[in-house]
């Protein structure tokens, strides 16, 4: 799906309707950029609260749900 989108004054950006519920975009996420040779990838960032679930309940540290959190990214980027 192409799409033509225009940059306003202060670099900000309107993606269309149909792309913001094909990819379950609301108000207030986060998105990320990611520039290639052929241009730019967007696509949704992740929270704490993707996660969920999958973290480990009480009796944790925080540093130690940071590296259980780093090692559920690792796995989807593999």
């Known amino acids: 799906m192409t799409m033509t989108v225009k ?3 202060k ?5 269309p309707r149909k792309l913001r519920a094909d990819m379950r975009i609301n108000e207030g ?3 990320v ?5 052929a241009g ?3 696509r949704r960032g ?5 996660y969920l679930g999958v973290l480990p309940g009480k009796g944790m540290t925080i540093e130690q749900i940071r590296e259980r959190a780093g ?8």
């Open 7 to 9: 940059v306003l004054p």
């Open 11 to 15: 670099g900000q950006i309107t993606l």
């Open 29 to 31: 996420d986060t998105l």
């Open 33 to 37: 950029l990611e520039r290639t040779e």
């Open 40 to 42: 730019v990838i967007i």
């Open 46 to 50: 992740k929270t704490i609260f993707d």
């Open 71 to 78: 090692a559920e990214v690792a796995k989807e980027r593999a």
